[in-house]
């Protein structure tokens, strides 16, 4: 078995393919960090929604990024962000920081930002880190690359379920429509498309329930 005390793993791949919830479930049975990288982009997308800054606006995020100081913490296991000082909650959970967070990520200054923090953590090894270039830009040599996928239509059926489940339905034409236009939005763009790295093991998780995801990963780990 690998000793995993060191072990850096890229986790990427498209939004709703369960990366997060299937991370950790790996990083819970294995002792890693989850490192939920979203989080940050979604943290300065917040900062623009607190301030009135429009999503349209390029130059005032960039502007804004000399006033953000974002930190990552981990308390009992779970990763906390905070934005100057203040702990983000759940207020990078809405879907306007969920429309904010896709508009700031599309920035390559943003990205230059977060970068630094997110190869820090790496370094400290032990991780399992779940974004969209973690594997291409990130950690271009993590000791495990997985780009984990689903159909578009798997993908809208749990979150068309999950939204049921929240009540807060929505008809599933219309999950699925905007699971398609995120998709080609997030592959298309121009900084850091969300590709699989080359050496990537591509993992398609439409017959897989989370714990066989988990177990599956765990089982490439306990291979390297
Ligand atoms: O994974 P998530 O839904 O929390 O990500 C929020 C947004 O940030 C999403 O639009 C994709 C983007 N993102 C990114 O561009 N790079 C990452 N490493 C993580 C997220």
Do not use: H, W
Not at 21 to 47: H, M, N, P, W
Not at 129 to 158: N, Q, Y
């Amino acid at each position: 078995m690998t000793d995993t005390s060191k072990i850096r793993i890229a986790l990427d791949g498209p939004s709703g393919a369960g990366k997060s919830t299937i991370a950790k479930a790996v990083a819970a049975k294995l002792g890693l960090v989850y490192v939920d990288t979203g989080a940050l982009y979604r943290s300065v997308g917040l900062y623009a929604i607190e301030n009135g800054i429009d999503a349209d606006d390029t130059d005032a995020i960039i502007a804004s990024l000399d006033k953000i100081d974002i930190k990552m913490t981990y308390e009992n296991g779970t990763q906390k962000v905070y934005l100057n000082g203040s702990d983000v909650g759940n207020r990078i959970r809405t879907p306007e920081a969920s429309k904010y967070a896709s508009v700031v990520s599309k920035i390559p200054r943003v990205r230059e930002f977060l970068l630094g923090l997110q190869r820090e953590r790496a370094e400290e090894g032990g991780v399992i880190m779940d974004g969209r270039d973690i594997g291409t830009s990130i950690i271009p040599d993590a000791e495990l690359k997985v780009f984990m996928t689903a159909s578009a239509e798997a993908r809208a059926k749990r979150r068309f379920l999950e939204l049921e489940e929240k009540g807060m339905p929505q008809p599933y034409d219309e999950v699925l429509r905007d699971i398609e236009a995120r998709d080609k939005s997030d592959r298309e763009r121009e900084t850091a498309p969300c590709k699989p790295a080359p050496d990537a093991v591509q993992f398609v998780n439409d017959d897989y329930g989370i714990e066989e995801s988990a177990d599956y990963i765990i089982s490439l780990i306990e291979n390297l």
